[in-house]
């Protein structure tokens, strides 16, 4: 029987039958076969109601393995250098090495590592031992800053340089996040935001935004929105279609051990650290809060240090250290935000604490490095069984 001279809605139910994985596999066929899932299936409302359906029991039941995207990068260890990670996404890492003062080269130099190849790519100091300490990765820019203000732009594909400008700062102050073509900075020192947009090969100033809040940090953006902490609390802000930034909510609230944060509008999760004991903190708490009633709904207390946190697709994962034995927790973001009194999760145990995470609605990436090698992961729901 050829599937294709059946009607269109049973030709759908039919595919929608199938498994995550064994529909991947028929996506590898043909194109027509990869265009037919594509369009009519996540194309028709009915197919992605099903679909999405199909997706969530995936992230509830099914055993994904596994498996290495990168499968380890190590510098020369003649080098005598230690590798330090600066930012991941899914299949790329930034790193850059560190050496002793006497053996600094005259520029400074970043690592681009992907599954197939690496690259380096270098701006010269304005000062002596200025350092890369932040990296941020988007589809088609590679972002970096460094301790003494200069944000350095690099193209993915052709590997040159778009953009470098040093900015006035103290040390270590510059904020810097990137959604798609669009960077986000924070001067400390100056009380600006700053916006600058990728359009084709050129990187532009979009707008300056003044801000009298002080002590201020970026700690999520993703378009419209972009949430920042300062000594007032935290506060939300939007973005319009002409980067025009304006302040949309606050919570006032005590940052104290206040670590990593990230917007769901109209909530918010915060990871916070409690029982400070001789300076240190010996426990850190998932908090959510509203927006809307400038409440906390949930606290979720733990032991353990939470390396990271990301959200999406309804998905809130965060790596973590629980009882001392590495863990990534995944919550239903929208149970987490109702009176559900267990609301639900599951955990996997992992070899090595994950320093930095990455999530797509279907996947969860991880990453692992020592002074001398870079490893990524991932764990793909959709195609397990």
């Known amino acids: 029987m050829d599937v294709w001279n059946l009607p269109e809605l049973i030709r759908i139910e039919i595919f929608l039958h199938l498994s995550g994985v064994n529909l991947h596999t028929c996506r590898q066929v043909c194109q027509e076969w990869n265009r037919f899932i594509i369009k009519e299936l996540w194309g028709s409302q009915a197919g992605r109601k099903k679909l999405n359906k199909k997706l969530e029991n995936q992230w509830r039941f099914s055993n994904p393995r596994e498996f290495e995207t990168i499968k380890g990068f190590s510098f020369d260890i003649e080098d005598k250098t230690s590798l330090v990670l600066l930012g991941m996404t899914d299949t790329v890492a930034v790193v850059r090495k560190t050496t002793k003062h006497s053996e600094r080269n005259l520029d400074i130099h970043l690592t681009v590592v992907e599954s197939n190849k690496n690259w380096e790519v270098s701006i010269e ?161 998932l908090q959510i809060w509203s927006l809307e009633t400038k409440e906390c709904l949930r606290k979720l207390p733990g032991a353990g240090y939470i390396t990271d946190i990301k959200y999406c697709s309804n998905k809130l994962v965060l790596s973590r250290k629980v009882e001392d034995v590495p863990k990534v927790i995944i919550y239903d973001a929208e149970e987490l935000t109702s009176e559900s009194t267990n609301p639900w999760s599951r955990n996997f145990t992992l070899d090595n604490v994950a320093a930095k995470i990455s999530i797509s609605k279907t996947s969860i990436y991880l990453s692992e490095f020592d002074s001398c090698t870079v490893r990524l992961s991932c764990w793909n729901f959709w195609t397990s069984l």
Request: charged share 25%; hydrophobic share 40%.
């Open 125 to 285: 100091p304005t000062e002596d031992f200025e350092i890369f300490y932040r990296a941020e990765i988007t589809d088609n820019l590679i972002v970096a800053v460094t301790d003494l203000g200069t944000v350095a732009v690099w193209d993915r594909h052709s590997h040159n340089i778009l953009y470098s400008q040093s900015h006035p700062v103290f040390e270590f102050s510059l904020s810097v996040r990137c959604d798609r073509d669009s960077i986000l900075i924070w001067n400390e020192l100056t009380e600006e935001f700053i916006v600058l947009e990728h359009a084709g090969h050129n990187i532009r100033e979009k707008c300056k935004s003044h801000n009298d809040a002080n002590e201020t940090y970026i700690l999520d953006f993703v378009k419209p929105h972009f949430l920042t902490e300062s000594k007032h609390g935290i506060q939300v802000w939007n973005m319009d279609l002409d980067s025009n930034i304006s302040l949309t909510d606050s919570i006032e609230l005590d940052r104290f051990g206040l670590e990593l944060g990230v917007l769901f509008y109209p909530f918010v999760a915060l990871t916070v650290g409690h029982n400070v004991i001789d300076g240190w903190m010996d426990g850190w708490s």
